[in-house]
């Protein structure tokens, strides 16, 4: 059973800093993309970034470059999103999910995606 699991999230003041995990179970890791999407309330689903497992290749969103960064820890199963210099328009749950490739449009292709943790960033 393909499982991902989110956690990290919390509230922080702007400025900040949080790190997200998700822990991935249930297929091989190494052969899929793992992808970090957003969604705050009345706004649109965004998608922040990705690595793809198989040769290490990342992407991230314009809104977040220079600020995010995403890692892969292949021996455990994880992914990591660093989120420094945090903003309140930031505020989201941040999920992770699974799909074919990395790239602007990765989301396109998730198949699986885990509950999400709320990161809340205050002014």
Known sequence: EV???ESGGGLVQAGGSLRLSCAA???TFDDWTIGW?????????????C???????????D?????FT?????AKNTVYLQMNSLKPEDTA??????SPGCGKYYYNGMDYWGKGTLVTVSS
């Open 3 to 5: 499982q991902l699991v």
């Open 25 to 27: 179970s249930g297929f």
């Open 37 to 49: 999407f957003r969604q705050a309330p009345g706004k649109q689903r965004e998608g922040v970034s």
């Open 51 to 61: 690595i793809n497992n198989r040769d290490g290749s990342t992407y991230v969103s």
């Open 63 to 67: 809104s977040v470059k220079g600020r």
């Open 70 to 74: 995403v890692s892969s820890d292949n």
């Open 93 to 98: 749950v941040y999920h992770c999910a699974r």
